[in-house]
C-alpha cells in the first residue's frame, strides 16, 4: 500500500555564540500524497450567510450561485450539506441532519434547494459552527471541510460565543471563510480561520464568488492526507517558544498544540494536499558548551494515526567562531521578514482605523521597505492602495487622505499571505 | 604501494562510507569531519577486531556484542516514532518505548595488517590494549643495550608485515550512556535522548595504542571539530619491531576540510613510511616519499576551479625510530621533542631551545607575529605546509643518534602551545610508565590549560620495541 510520505527540510544557522540559549529554525515540509484512488473521503459543509443583510438582491443571487458553482465542483461520493444561518440555522440541504451523498440527483435536488433560500434574521456565527460540526460529528468522512460565508458581523451573540465554540471545534474540521462587501469583521472571520486552520478572504464582488467558491471547494477535494501533526522533541529542560506557518501565510500554530509526550509536542496543521508549507520554530535550550552539538529538535510529520511520515532536524552548535555564527540563514531572516512585515501591517491598520495617523505611519512604512526587501510584489500594490509611498527601500510613507475600506480590508486580510525568498540562494 | 584500495568506515558502525560521506548511509551517524577518500584500508575483517579484543574475565561473549549492535539498530527509532497516544501524555521519561543499548565493542581499537612489501599480506593478531596503563599488556621486550648502537636484528618477514593504526582514525571509547547528563539513552547518531546533547564522535578524540607507539588526539575544548590527525605503526614483530614510524598532522583551517586534509595525510604518510621502510629504503629517503604521498593525498580533496575559503591544507611531522636512530622530517610547525632523562640527545642537526632532557627536534616554518597576544594561532603563520597552494613540498628532515634511551614525542600546536617550560613537557613525560600514558597525560594536559586548540600527541619510546625507557 503506497503510504503519503513527507519531506522535511530544516533552514538554521545552526551555530550559535558562546552561551546562546535560542535556536531559531525554518522547517519546509512538501507532502508527497498518495495516488489519486487511495484519497480519503471528503465531506463538505457550505454555511451561507441567510440574514437580513443579504437580502440585497445582488448579494443573495451571487451566493446561490456561488453554492451551485460549489456543488457542481464536489466529486462524486463526497458528503455534503448546505447550512443557511442566521440567528439561528436551518438545513437547506439535505433537510435530514445527515450529510448527502454527492452525486448527479443529490446535486441536482440540493441546488433546486438553495434557489429556496430567502434572507432574513440575525447573525450567530457560533451556530453555523456548532451546526457544521455536528453533521461532521455524526459521519465517518477522513476529510472535513466547511466554508463559511458571511457579509456582516456577528451581531446576535456575545463574542464569547465564538470563542467558545471554535475551542470545542478545534481540530474536527477546517474551515474556510470569505466575506462579501465591507461590513464584516476581519477580526471576526480570521480567528474563524485560524482556529479551524483555513483561509480567510475578502471578495470585493459579489460576483467573483462564483469562481472563489469552485475553486476552494476544487482544493478541498484535492487534500489527500487528513489531520496531519507536527511534532517536535525538545530535548529535556527545552522548549519550543515559537511555532508558526509561515508559508503560504501566516498562521500561529502554538494554540494548536497538545503535548505528545514529557518531550514533544504536536500541532495540528490539517490536511495536506501536494504542496509545501513552511514552518518557523524557535527553541530555547540550555546552552551547552563551546563546541558542543545538541539536537535542539526533532521534527516529524505525523498522520492521525500515529505514523511517521517524515524527519527533519534541527541542531545547534555552540562556537567561539564569529564567522560561524555571525551569519543568518536566508530563509530564517526572510520569514522573519515576512512575519514582521504582517504584523507592521496588522499594526497600522489598527492605528489607522483608532486614529492614530503617526503610528499607522511608521508601522505601514515599516511594512513597505519589509515588502520592497522581499520582493513581495502583492502586498506591495495593496500597502500602495492605502499609502502613498515615497521611498520604498527606506519606507518612507504617507497616509493617503481618504483610504477606500475595501483597500483596507483587503490589505488587512491578507497581511498574511507570505511570499517565498527571492533571488539567488 | 597500495594507495588505490582505499575506503574509509563509519566510526560508530563500522560501515564502509564512500569519499566525502559525512554521515553514514547505514547508521546516519556522523562520519567525521575526514571521511576522507585517500586513505587505504583493505576491507576489515571486523570479526577479527572483535576477536583481538581482550576480554576481561566473566563477561559476556564479545561475538555478542555485534548481533547486539545490529538488533540495536533495528530497534532504535527516535522516541518520536512511536509515542504513546495522546490519552497518555505523562508518559515517563525514563521509560520510552524503544531504547539505545550502547553496544559499542569495549576497547575496539584495532590495529591493521596491510601488506607492506612484495610478500603476502599476513594479517598480524598483535593485541591493541585499550589506552589504559594498568591494561594488561605483553610483557615488555627489552633489546640489550648493544643494540643502542646496533640495529636490531632483522627477522626475515620482517619487510612482510606493517602494523598500522586505523584510517581515518581511532573509533571512541566505548561509553555507556550520554557522556554529558548520564542518561542512558543514545539514538543512533549519537543524540542523547535526554538532553539532546551529541556523544563525541571519532574524531573527537582518538587514543590508539601498539606498545611500542601511542598517540592520543583530542578535539579540545574550544573547537567544534579536532583538525589534528595522527597514524603510527611499525614494521615486524611487535615484541622486537625493525622500525616505528608516527605522523601527526595539523589540518589548517577549521572546517570539515581541515580535518579531512590531516588525516589523509597522516594516513598516507604512515602507510608510504612503513611501506617505504619494509621496501629497504632508508629512514630519510622513506620520509621524503612519505610526504610526497602525504602531499598527493591532501591535493586529492582539492576540487577543481577556484576553492578560496576550504582549500585543503595541513602541517606534517613524521617520525622513524629504530634501534639506533630517530629520523624526523616536517612541514609547518607541529613538533617533535626529544625527551631523555636528565641529558640532551646528540642533536646533529636539531634545533630548538634547551631544556632539562628536552630537545625540540624541528624548526616550526613560521612567521613569528609580533601579536602574541591574539592567542596561539595568531601568533605564527606557517611558511610552508602540506597541501594546496604549497609551493612544492620542501620538508625539512633531520636524523639524530640518542646516547641513551629516551621518548619521541610528536605533537601539534595544541599540546606545544602550553608548554612555555619544555622541562614541563620532560615531567610531564617521564611520570608515566607507557607511551600510552604518556600521549593521554599530555594531552589532559593540553585540555587542563585549555584546550583552546585541537591536539594530538604520539609518544614513541627509544629505542624501538622498549615499551618505555
Avoid at chain 1, 509561515?246 to 503535548?259: F, K, R
Avoid at chain 2, 543512533?188 to 601511542?214: H, I, K, S
Wanted: with cysteine.
Amino acid at each position: 500500500m503506497e503510504q503519503p510520505h513527507f519531506d522535511v527540510e530544516v533552514a538554521q544557522n545552526r551555530y550559535l555564540p558562546r552561551g546562546a540559549d535560542t535556536v531559531d529554525a525554518i522547517v519546509t515540509v512538501t507532502a508527497h500524497p498518495p495516488a489519486q484512488e487511495l484519497r480519503p473521503s471528503v465531506a463538505v459543509v457550505i454555511l451561507l450567510d441567510c440574514s437580513a443583510s443579504m437580502h440585497r438582491p445582488s448579494k443573495l443571487a451571487a451566493a446561490k450561485r456561488a453554492a451551485h458553482a460549489a456543488i457542481d465542483s464536489l466529486r462524486d461520493g463526497a458528503g455534503f450539506a448546505i447550512v443557511a444561518g442566521t440567528h439561528e440555522t436551518t438545513m437547506i440541504y439535505p433537510d435530514s441532519s445527515e450529510l448527502a451523498v454527492a452525486g448527479d440527483t443529490t446535486r441536482y435536488e440540493a441546488k433546486r434547494a438553495v434557489d429556496e433560500i430567502t434572507a432574513g434574521g440575525g447573525t450567530a456565527m457560533s451556530r453555523w459552527l456548532r451546526a457544521a460540526g455536528a453533521l461532521f460529528a455524526g459521519s465517518e468522512y477522513e476529510l472535513r471541510h466547511a466554508i463559511l460565508l458571511t457579509d456582516g458581523r456577528n451581531t446576535s451573540e456575545q463574542p464569547e460565543a465564538v470563542s467558545a465554540a471554535l475551542t470545542e471545534l478545534q481540530d474536527t474540521f477546517r474551515c474556510d471563510c470569505r466575506g462579501v462587501g465591507t461590513d464584516w469583521l476581519v477580526s471576526e472571520l480570521r480567528q474563524i480561520s485560524e482556529a479551524l486552520l483555513g483561509t480567510v478572504d475578502i471578495v470585493a464582488e459579489p460576483d467573483e464568488l462564483v469562481t472563489d467558491f469552485a475553486a476552494m471547494i476544487e482544493r478541498a477535494m484535492r487534500k489527500s492526507v487528513p489531520d496531519v501533526t507536527l511534532r517536535l522533541w525538545t530535548p529535556k529542560e527545552a522548549a519550543v517558544t515559537v511555532v508558526r506557518q509561515v508559508d503560504p501565510a501566516v498562521l500561529d500554530l502554538t494554540a494548536h498544540q497538545e503535548n505528545a509526550h514529557v518531550q514533544a509536542c504536536d500541532y495540528a496543521t490539517g490536511a495536506w494536499e501536494s504542496e509545501t508549507r513552511a514552518f518557523q520554530v524557535r527553541i530555547a535550550v540550555p546552552a551547552a558548551g563551546v563546541g558542543d552539538t545538541m539536537l535542539a529538535c526533532r521534527v516529524s510529520v505525523v498522520d492521525a494515526a500515529g505514523e511517521v511520515l517524515g524527519r527533519g532536524k534541527v541542531l545547534a552548535t555552540w562556537t567561539d567562531d564569529p564567522a560561524y555564527y555571525g551569519a543568518l540563514d536566508p530563509q530564517v531572516a526572510h520569514y522573519t521578514g515576512q512575519v514582521e512585515l504582517a504584523t507592521a501591517i496588522r499594526h497600522g491598520l489598527d492605528a489607522h482605523r483608532s486614529g492614530d495617523p503617526d503610528t499607522a505611519t511608521h508601522e505601514l512604512g515599516r511594512a513597505v521597505a519589509l515588502a520592497a526587501q522581499s520582493e513581495h510584489a502583492e502586498t506591495m500594490k495593496l500597502l500602495s492602495k492605502v499609502v502613498d509611498v515615497e521611498d520604498a527601500e527606506t519606507g518612507r510613507v504617507r497616509l493617503k487622505d481618504s483610504v477606500d475600506e475595501l483597500d483596507h480590508m483587503t490589505l488587512d486580510t491578507r497581511s498574511v499571505v507570505t511570499t517565498r525568498r527571492h533571488g539567488r540562494s | 604501494m597500495d594507495s588505490t584500495v582505499m575506503s574509509t568506515r563509519c566510526p560508530s558502525c563500522g560501515e564502509p562510507a564512500r569519499p566525502g560521506d559525512v554521515f553514514c548511509e547505514a547508521c546516519g551517524g556522523r562520519i567525521g569531519e575526514s571521511t576522507a577518500g585517500a586513505a587505504a584500508v583493505p576491507p576489515e575483517p571486523r570479526a577479527e577486531a572483535a576477536a583481538r579484543v581482550t576480554e576481561p574475565p566473566g563477561t559476556e561473549p564479545r561475538a555478542d556484542s555485534f548481533a547486539a549492535e545490529a538488533m540495536t539498530r533495528a530497534l532504535t527509532q527516535w522516541p518520536v516514532a512511536d509515542l504513546p497516544t495522546r490519552a497518555d501524555p505523562a508518559w515517563p521519561i525514563a521509560e520510552p518505548p524503544t531504547r539505545a543499548i550502547p553496544v559499542r565493542p569495549v576497547g575496539e581499537s584495532p590495529t591493521r595488517a596491510v601488506q607492506g612489501g612484495p610478500a603476502e599480506p599476513t594479517t598480524t593478531a598483535e593485541p591493541a590494549g585499550p589506552l589504559h596503563e594498568s591494561a594488561p599488556q605483553a610483557e615488555p621486550v627489552w633489546p640489550g643495550e648493544a643494540a643502542l648502537d646496533e640495529a636490531a636484528v632483522r627477522s626475515p618477514d620482517a619487510r612482510t608485515r606493517i602494523t598500522v593504526t586505523p584510517v581515518g582514525g581511532s573509533v571512541r571509547d566505548s561509553q555507556d550512556g550520554c557522556v554529558h547528563c548520564e542518561y542512558r539513552d543514545v539514538d543512533e547518531d549519537g543524540y542523547c535522548l535526554r538532553c539532546g546533547l551529541r556523544q563525541p564522535t571519532g574524531r573527537d578524540r582518538m587514543a590508539d595504542d601498539v606498545g611500542v607507539v601511542a598517540g592520543v588526539s583530542d578535539r579540545g575544548r574550544v573547537r567544534e571539530s579536532n583538525a589534528d590527525a595522527m597514524a603510527f605503526g611499525f614494521t615486524g614483530d611487535a615484541a622486537q619491531p625493525e622500525y616505528v614510524a608516527a605522523v601527526v598532522c595539523d589540518g589548517v583551517g577549521s572546517g570539515a576540510m581541515a580535518g579531512q586534509a590531516a588525516q589523509n595525510a597522516a594516513d598516507a604518510g604512515a602507510a608510504e613510511l612503513l611501506g617505504c621502510l619494509a621496501d629497504g629504503l632508508d629512514a630519510r629517503k622513506a620520509s621524503t616519499m612519505a610526504i610526497a604521498a602525504a602531499g598527493d593525498a591532501v591535493n586529492a580533496l582539492a576540487e577543481p576551479g577556484p576553492a578560496e575559503e576550504d582549500t585543503p591544507a595541513t602541517t606534517y611531522v613524521s617520525a622513524v625510530v629504530t634501534g639506533a636512530e630517530v629520523t624526523v622530517a616536517w612541514l609547518g610547525d607541529s613538533r617533535a621533542y626529544w625527551v631523555a632523562p636528565g641529558a640532551r640527545a646528540d642533536a646533529a642537526g636539531a634545533h630548538g631551545g634547551p631544556g632539562e632532557g628536552v630537545t625540540c627536534l624541528t624548526t616550526d616554518h613560521t612567521v613569528r607575529n609580533t601579536y602574541l597576544a591574539d592567542g596561539m594561532r595568531a601568533a605564527h603563520t606557517l611558511t610552508r605546509w602540506l597541501g594546496a597552494d604549497s609551493d612544492g613540498t620542501d620538508p625539512q628532515v633531520s636524523t639524530v643518534r640518542p646516547d641513551r634511551a629516551g621518548v619521541l614525542v610528536l605533537c601539534t600546536d595544541g599540546l606545544w602551545g602550553y608548554l612555555d617550560d619544555p622541562g614541563t613537557l620532560a615531567a610531564r613525560v617521564l611520570t608515566h610508565g607507557s607511551a600510552a600514558g604518556a600521549a593521554a597525560g599530555l594531552v589532559g594536559y593540553a585540555l587542563s590549560e585549555g584546550g583552546r586548540d585541537n591536539v594530538a600527541v604520539i609518544a614513541v619510546p627509544f629505542p624501538a620495541g622498549r615499551r618505555w625507557p
